[in-house]
């Protein structure tokens, strides 16, 4: 071959080549910008952007009902922090698919039903109102209340076999006796309201009736005896109406739990009203403030009482550890299947950099 010929096809070869090249960069671009609403991909379903600012303006509007307004750093760890579970729950789903965890469509409207029962959205029209307020559709409640069904029974797998022995509770006990300064052991004599069907008559005689219990007490009546007779909480009823052990700030109620922590040893409550109905509380026994400055048999004797109320704290703490470690596994087993962000703001953020090089 001549150099003339060899040289006329390194030409044509380069005036092919250089459309082929902006050709392939177009189609690079193409595909980057039809991506820039996905903000990731796992196990090639989409998460979009969209769907994590709804989210994002779901949270913000929360802080701002409660006057607290978030910086953009704040909100940017948010953000992050709602893509994170968002990926996190298709993880799981993933992994209880591959284990055989299902949830029926039967435990899904169970939940639901009990979730507006103790929230007081039973009728129709309150619940729709309430989802209009947060933004939410009734398949975004479907959905939310199925993947938290699955990661329940997913977690449940992970933590059941998780036990301590005794020393290994003493030991966490040791190291946070001034949690359990205080803490109280409570009885209590309940009355249901059912705020959807009862009406204020109702509230009020049931209320009159828990007064002349409260009366009865005052006058010696035996506090075992009138919680058979009247206590409606069929869980305690038949043990003198025994709550157990309450560490100070563990009560979610504020009106019991201000009751609770004021009262003295065998020293009755008020007539209390909580979102359930009413109660009278009763102290069975204390633990004294500041444990720490006891002998260390004087501090097991009391951790010997209250020993299950530890035990409960520690295995909570345990089972939180145990599941955050699982969590992490499940990034590392599907690593392969997870992509975060897109190729648009990849592109977006190199060019952005190029310019700030050329301005600097």
């Known amino acids: 071959m001549t150099k003339k010929k060899s040289k006329k096809i390194v030409i044509t070869i380069k005036k092919l080549i250089i459309p082929i090249i902006i050709i392939i960069i177009l189609l690079s671009f193409y595909y980057a910008f039809t991506k820039r609403d996905i903000a990731a991909e796992v196990f090639n379903e989409k998460i979009y952007k969209a769907e994590v600012e709804t989210a994002v303006n779901r949270k913000i509007n929360e802080y701002q009902q409660d006057n607290i307004e978030l910086t953009n750093i704040e909100i940017e760890a948010i953000r992050k922090q709602i893509l994170n579970d968002m990926i996190e729950g298709k993880l799981l789903d993933k992994y209880a698919e591959d284990h055989g965890i299902t949830v029926t469509e039967d435990e899904i409207k169970n939940e639901i039903q009990i979730m507006r029962e103790y929230t007081g959205l039973s009728e129709d029209d309150v619940y729709k109102q309430a989802l209009s307020k947060y933004q939410l559709l009734e398949s975004d409640i479907n959905e939310m209340v199925r993947s938290a069904l699955i990661a329940d029974k997913v977690y449940y797998e992970v933590v059941k076999d998780l036990d301590m022995s ?25 009355m249901a309201v059912d705020s959807q069907n009862d009406t204020i008559e109702d509230i009020n005689k049931k209320y009159e009736k828990m007064k002349e219990i409260r009366n009865e007490l005052l006058k010696g009546k035996d506090f075992v005896e009138l919680v058979k007779k009247y206590s409606e909480d069929t869980s305690t009823k038949d043990n003198g109406g025994d709550l157990y052990w309450f560490r100070k ?11 609770a922590f004021s009262l003295n040893l065998n020293e009755i409550s008020d007539v209390i009203k909580s979102q359930y109905g009413f ?48 969590n992490k596994s499940l990034w590392d087993i599907y690593k392969s299947e997870i992509k975060i962000g897109n190729p648009w703001d990849r592109i977006k953020t190199i060019f952005n950099n190029f310019l700030k090089k050329l301005e600097g």
């Open 279 to 326: 109660h009278i509380l009763k102290v069975t026994d204390i633990v004294p403030e500041n444990m720490s400055s006891l002998s260390e048999d004087k501090i097991r004797e009391y951790f010997i009482k209250i020993k299950d109320l530890v035990k409960a704290d520690a295995l909570y703490q345990k089972s939180d550890e145990k599941i955050k470690e699982f």
């Open 249 to 259: 700030g563990t009560l979610s109620d504020s009106e019991l739990s201000k009751a």
């Open 166 to 190: 005794d020393e290994e509770v003493w030991d966490y006990f040791k190291i946070r006796v001034r949690f359990y300064d205080g803490a109280r052991r409570l009885s209590h004599i309940f």
